[in-house]
Structure formats: C-alpha cells, structure tokens
C-alpha cells in the first residue's frame, strides 16, 4: 500500500520557522494538501493542491512540492499553531492516503 | 458553507456491525461537487481513510477495510452511511465524515466517538 512520511515531531521558537516535510514514492505525481488539528478538534485544511491556501487561513502557512517531497512551512509560528498535521494525496492505488501526522511544539 | 453532522451508537460490542449516519446541510449529496468520505482516527493515532461515495452512488474504500466496509447514501434525507462489521477494539476510534472536493477534504463533522467493547 501507498505510504506518506512525516517526521513524528518538529519543535519551533515563537516567532521563527517550522518546516514540516512529507515524502512518497512518485509523490511528484499528485497533488497534496496539509491539515492541521488542534487538540480535541477536528482537522482543518490549510494548503491544498500543495500551494494553495483556503481563505481564512493566515498567509504565514505555505506550501511547496518539489519531486517525490511536500513542505509545509509556517513563518513566524504564533503559539496557536501548535497542533497535529497531516498531509494527505491521491494515489492511483489508493484514492486517500494520509501521513501519519507530526506534532508541532512552539516552545 | 456545507456543514455535517455524525450521529450513531457510541458503545458497540465486539462481533457486531458499526453504524454511522452523517446528516449534510448547506449543500446536497445528490450534486457532483463532492465525494462524501468516512475517516477514522484511534485515540492518539493519526487519520485513516475508510471510504466515499459519489452522488452516482459509485463507492471507493481503503483496501484494507473493503471487505467489512459499506457506505450508502439516502438523498432524500440529505445523509450518507457507514456500515464496519464485525468489529474488534482496533475499530475504537473518533469517526469523522467529511466532504472531499478533489483532492482535499474541505468540511468536516465535528466527529463521533465510537468504543468497541463488551
């Protein structure tokens, strides 16, 4: 089966950058979109169609792709982005496949 | 803005079938805007996908949970359905339905919280 990988956990200072990468065999080939989810929430996409971001979500979350790797990359991380996220992509073999999420810590 | 609703038992014994019903509003199920999509998320795991149906009633599920997998849809009441048979305490999880417009899910249930358990 399809698999998409995420770093368990990324800590970041207020204030600076936390990169978030996502990785998949010819991932290159679809789109991927990324959702963040606060504690005891459900999910909320802010990039998908791996640039684009939904109105209402802040302009410090951005994403790129680039070959078989998606980033997500939050500038100047505020306190309340601490939360899960995951990336997610249509695969050929599998319609929906989910990263395994990674935990965002603003220390 | 499309809104969605899970209802359904939150306590279902080993063995026996998992039903789920997600009540749409805003927007309707019979249209060809979404693929209307079930995900599963145990406590403290990530999100897994179980499975959608279109407005055509074509369904797609993951394939690790196709043979015990069915999702329906009453267009007349606005809803779609999940059945998961046979359960374990593996199916214990927060179920989420959610709205898939290719190739990202855009509205999501608040979810329901599902324990298998005798």
């Known amino acids: 089966s399809y698999e998409l990988t995420q770093p368990p956990s990324v800590s970041v200072s207020p204030g600076r950058t936390a990169t978030i990468t996502c990785s998949g065999d010819?991932?290159?080939?679809?789109?991927v979109s990324w959702y963040q989810q606060r504690q005891g929430q459900s999910p909320v996409v802010v990039i998908y169609q791996d640039t684009m971001r939904p109105s209402g979500i802040p302009e410090r979350f951005s994403g790129s792709h680039s070959g078989n790797t998606a980033t997500l990359t939050i500038s100047g991380t505020q306190a309340m982005d601490e939360a899960d996220y995951y990336c997610q992509a249509w695969h050929s073999s599998t319609p929906v496949v989910f990263g395994g999420g990674t935990k965002v810590t603003v220390l | 803005q499309v809104q969605l609703q899970e209802s359904g038992p939150g306590l279902v014994k080993p063995s026996q079938t998992l039903s789920l019903t997600c009540t749409v509003s805003?927007?309707?199920?019979?249209?060809?805007?979404?693929?209307w999509t079930w995900i599963r998320q145990p406590p403290g795991g990530g999100l897994e996908w179980i499975g959608y149906?279109?407005?055509?009633?074509?369904?797609y599920y993951n394939p690790t949970l196709k043979s015990r997998v069915t999702v329906s849809k009453d267009s007349s009441r606005n809803q779609f359905s999940l059945n998961l048979t046979s359960v374990t305490a593996a199916d214990t999880a927060m179920y989420y339905c959610a709205s898939y417009k290719k190739f990202y899910f855009d509205y999501w249930g608040q979810g329901a919280l599902v324990t298998v358990s005798s």
């Open positions: 149906i279109y407005y055509s009633g074509s369904t």
């Open positions: 010819s991932l290159g080939n679809y789109y």
């Open positions: 805003g927007g309707s199920i019979s249209s060809g805007d979404y693929y």
